[in-house]
């Protein structure tokens, strides 16, 4: 009875001792299970580069031209030659237009010879004039007669004046009909041909002859909202481009900030100056602009999107090994979709720019392209 108990009870400890190896035996091989589930996280990385990055100040607008004139005949008569059409170019001073002259120039010409005469009758009676004072003075002659030379000696000066200032006029009038330009540029518009009469009534409805616009130099003026205008100086770089020209970047500057903010828009107007070279730029054009604020070189630079927040901070991950590492930074500069980093980021680290959002500190990671 005993030999039993005994063989019983080691039975009961090997179904315990073979049980106990069982179940490691499970444990050891779920536990490998497990490991072989665990899912590597897929990553996309770039190498830490350093670059350029501004503050830049968006805004769009118009093209104008620089200036702008209407020219208008100042006398009347026939336009006898028209030296210009639309789109010529011209200089200052060049001539647009020759408006009848002869009357004009009779009139000169009779002013002229009107005053020769009245010079010579001005001389003589000036001669009079003195001789008779010697007379007075010798007594021969009574003081009424010296008034009167004197009389006529002034009336002789007086209508002298009155001719030179009359002769002025005149040449300036003969002058007149010579139309030429104020300025350097482009006849914009034209409106009037060879052989239309100028009339006095079409001279008070101050009937215009041409538009000339210079765009050798055009301004781009567009209006930037009160949070931003203080960021914005005369004198500061200017990228300008045009839908006419998708390709090509325009380089302009600040030149002029109006002093007052629209209350209705809350923006104020800013004034860019462009080289309008091969005058590619028309006034009118939509243009948009980014005044360039401050620049920082060869900085570090990333993607703004790789950034990701944990408990509050700012944190990129980088890849050393095959494990992903969390490292806090600091910003700098945003422009667009790039931003600078201060600190916290050394140059030719591994970033990831694809996966950032799921990875975890210390996670083992997949390289994908």
């Known amino acids: 009875m005993k030999k039993k108990i005994i063989l019983f009870c080691i039975l009961i400890l090997f179904v315990i001792g073979l049980g106990n190896a069982i179940v490691k035996n499970i444990k050891k091989r779920r536990g490998n299970e497990i490991k072989e589930e665990v899912v590597k996280i897929p990553v996309k990385i770039m190498q830490v580069k350093r670059g350029d990055v501004r503050e830049v100040v968006s805004a769009s607008g118009d093209i104008q031209p620089w200036s702008q004139v209407t020219v208008f005949s100042?006398?009347?008569?026939?336009?006898?030659?028209?030296?210009?059409?639309?789109?010529?170019?011209?200089?200052?001073?060049?001539?647009?237009?020759?408006?009848?002259?002869?009357?004009?120039?009779?009139?000169?010409?009779?002013?002229?010879?009107?005053?020769?005469?009245?010079?010579?009758?001005?001389?003589?009676?000036?001669?009079?004039?003195?001789?008779?004072?010697?007379?007075?003075?010798?007594?021969?002659?009574?003081?009424?007669?010296?008034?009167?030379?004197?009389?006529?000696?002034?009336?002789?000066?007086?209508?002298?004046?009155?001719?030179?200032?009359?002769?002025?006029?005149?040449?300036?009038?003969?002058?007149?009909?010579?139309?030429?330009?104020?300025?350097?540029?482009?006849?914009?518009?034209?409106?009037?041909?060879?052989?239309?009469?100028?009339?006095?009534?079409?001279?008070?409805?101050?009937?215009?002859?041409?538009?000339?616009?210079?765009?050798?130099?055009?301004?781009?003026?567009?209006?930037?909202?009160?949070?931003?205008?203080?960021?914005?100086?005369?004198?500061?770089?200017?990228?300008?481009?045009?839908?006419?020209?998708?390709?090509?970047?325009?380089?302009?500057?600040?030149y002029n900030i109006s002093p007052v903010t629209d209350p209705q828009t809350r923006t104020t107007e800013v004034e860019i100056s462009v080289k309008n070279t091969n005058y590619l730029l028309k006034p009118g054009m939509f243009a948009r602009t980014n005044i360039i604020v401050t620049s920082h070189k060869n900085v570090i630079v990333i993607p703004f999107d790789s950034i990701v927040e944990r408990e509050g901070k700012k944190c990129v991950f980088v890849v050393e090994g095959n494990y992903a590492k969390m490292k806090e930074i600091t910003t700098g500069l945003q422009e667009g979709d790039k931003i600078e980093i201060t600190s916290g980021l050394a140059e030719n680290e591994n970033l990831v720019i694809e996966g950032q959002n799921t990875v975890k500190d210390g996670i083992e990671v997949m390289l994908v392209e």
Do not use: C
Not at 84 to 109: H, T
Not at 241 to 253: E, H, I, N, R, T
């Open 74 to 254: 100042k006398v009347t008569g026939e336009v006898e030659k028209l030296f210009v059409d639309k789109g010529y170019y011209v200089k200052k001073g060049g001539l647009i237009a020759q408006i009848d002259y002869r009357n004009s120039a009779l009139a000169v010409k009779q002013i002229e010879n009107q005053l020769s005469s009245a010079r010579i009758n001005y001389e003589n009676l000036k001669k009079d004039y003195e001789r008779m004072k010697d007379l007075f003075n010798q007594k021969v002659i009574s003081e009424k007669k010296l008034d009167d030379a004197r009389t006529a000696y002034q009336a002789a000066y007086h209508e002298v004046e009155s001719l030179e200032a009359q002769l002025e006029l005149a040449k300036i009038k003969l002058g007149d009909t010579r139309i030429t330009s104020p300025i350097n540029g482009l006849v914009a518009e034209k409106f009037i041909d060879e052989g239309e009469i100028i009339t006095e009534a079409s001279m008070s409805k101050s009937a215009p002859l041409v538009t000339i616009v210079d765009i050798d130099t055009v301004k781009v003026v567009v209006n930037v909202g009160e949070k931003q205008i203080s960021k914005v100086k005369k004198g500061q770089s200017v990228e300008v481009k045009v839908d006419a020209y998708p390709d090509k970047l325009f380089m302009g500057k600040v």
